[in-house]
Structures are given as structure tokens and as C-alpha cells.
């Protein structure tokens, strides 16, 4: 059983940072490809960025690629994204999402979900 718990989504304005975490609760959290998903209203859920197992690979997405950074420290069992020069329509619910197998940059691995955290970016 995994569960996931995101934080740090918030108010902020264009061009502003910031940073989400994501805590999990999982037996080896090491064994697990971890990513950040994104929803706005009445679109699809996009994969944002993934990181792998030992954190030495990450995948962006091209919208953010060069704006945003995903991290990982696994003795904390957490996954970090850094979020920088923000914009209006990135604002959305970010998930957090882990994966046990399959490549770690595809969306379709991931099985595990946390709620969300929600990223307003005004303009």
C-alpha cells in the first residue's frame, strides 16, 4: 500500500516560485518511480515531470522543462518540484503519483495517487 500526501500549492502570481512536496508512506519508498501530474478544469491530467527509482533521471515535460526541477530524497521518503516563472495557465490540482514498475517517464505506469494540491497563478 502506498499513500501519498502532497504540499505546499498556494496563491501566487505570474513569474512567481514555488515549491510542492509530496510525503509517502510505503514500505522501500526507493522501489518506486515517483512523478507530478497536473489537472485544470475541464482538461486532461497531464505528466509534469518524473523522476526514477534512485533519482539520478528525471523527465520533464516540454512546457516546463528549464522552469521547473523534480527532486527526490528517499531517506525522507519524499519527492520535491520546484516550480519557477509561473504562469496563469499552469494554475491546477498537482498530483502526486508513484509507479512499481513500467518506464518511469511514462504516464501510464503510475497506479498510485495522492489527492492533489492546488496551484493558483494569477496573472
Known amino acids: 500500500q502506498v499513500q501519498l500526501v502532497e504540499s505546499g500549492g498556494g496563491l501566487v502570481q505570474a513569474g512567481d516560485s514555488l515549491r510542492l512536496s509530496c510525503a509517502a508512506s510505503?514500505?522501500?519508498?526507493?522501489?518506486?518511480?515517483m512523478a507530478w501530474f497536473r489537472q485544470a478544469p475541464g482538461k486532461k491530467r497531464d505528466i509534469v515531470a518524473a523522476v526514477n527509482w534512485s533519482g539520478d533521471s528525471t523527465y520533464y515535460a516540454d512546457f516546463v522543462r528549464g522552469r521547473f526541477t523534480m527532486s527526490r530524497d528517499n531517506s525522507k521518503n519524499t519527492v520535491y518540484l520546484q516550480m519557477n516563472s509561473l504562469k496563469p495557465e499552469e494554475t491546477a490540482v498537482y498530483y502526486c503519483?508513484?509507479?512499481?514498475?513500467?518506464?518511469?517517464?511514462?504516464?501510464?505506469?503510475?497506479?498510485?495517487w495522492g489527492r492533489g494540491t492546488q496551484v493558483t497563478v494569477s496573472s
Open positions: 510505503v514500505r522501500t519508498f526507493s522501489n518506486y518511480a
Open positions: 503519483a508513484a509507479a512499481r514498475f513500467g518506464s518511469y517517464s511514462s504516464p501510464h505506469a503510475y497506479s498510485y
